[in-house]
T-cell receptor, first 113, second 115 residues
């Protein structure tokens, strides 16, 4: 499947700062998903987006499904040390009549107290 | 809550051994998936299944096979393990929603080392 372009690759921030990361695709997507993975664990679903323009929050996390259907961003406000992990975007392209998702390579987030 | 479990968290096998990785989900999901995750390469789909006894190849099926005899269980088989199959293996499952909206839920992963 197509690999999504996720940026930045890594971020090293201080506790309390806001974080922003994004994913882009060359094709139109029906679904955008954001996952967090902690060391030695499987990815955990944070936010699911199903409509272009949709803006969804989950606590300090906010994600949006881009109007063009080719991008999505995830914001984390007032970061805390337990936000550390790798954040993945994933999506299902409109052209894909099957069931598989395409994934970004992840954004590694480090938060210092 | 959706629960996806994998039979082992860590596994060490020797080259040439036959290896079975088991995945079970408790939410009556139609779709199940096997991925491998490697540094710098992200998640890559090996195989998936959208129904019992049905399977589809993903992006990297070579060297692997799968079995889905029951809806809740999806097994990944390495017929003859090789060192380049050392990786983190992740199982996922999802509902079969119309329109192709597919939110996948992952298990904790199995870290396989082939010596």
């Amino acid at each position: 499947g197509q690999q999504l372009n996720q940026s930045p690759q890594s971020m090293f921030i201080q506790e309390g700062e806001d974080v922003s990361m994004n994913c882009t695709s060359s094709s139109i997507f029906n679904t955008w998903l954001w996952y967090k993975q902690e060391p030695g664990e499987g990815p955990v679903l944070l936010i699911a987006l199903y409509k272009a323009g949709e803006l969804t929050s989950n606590g300090r996390l906010t994600a949006q499904f881009g109007i063009t259907r080719k991008d999505s961003f995830l914001n984390i406000s007032a970061s805390i040390p337990s936000d550390v992990g790798i954040y993945f975007c994933a999506g299902q392209p409109r052209s894909n009549s099957g069931y598989a998702l395409n994934f970004g390579k992840g954004t590694s987030l480090l938060v210092t107290p | 809550d959706v629960k996806v479990t994998q039979s082992s968290r860590y596994l060490v096998k020797r080259t040439g051994e036959k290896v079975f990785l088991e995945c079970v989900q408790d939410m009556d999901h139609e779709n199940m998936f096997w991925y491998r995750q490697d540094p710098g390469l992200g998640l890559r789909l090996i195989y998936f299944s959208y129904d019992v006894k049905m399977k589809e190849k993903g992006d990297i099926p070579e060297g692997y096979s799968v079995s889905r005899e029951k809806k809740e269980r999806f097994s990944l088989i390495l017929e003859s393990a090789s060192t380049n199959q050392t990786s983190m293996y992740l199982c996922a499952s999802s509902f079969d929603l119309s329109g192709g909206l597919d939110t996948q839920y992952f298990g904790p992963g199995t870290r396989l080392t082939v010596l």
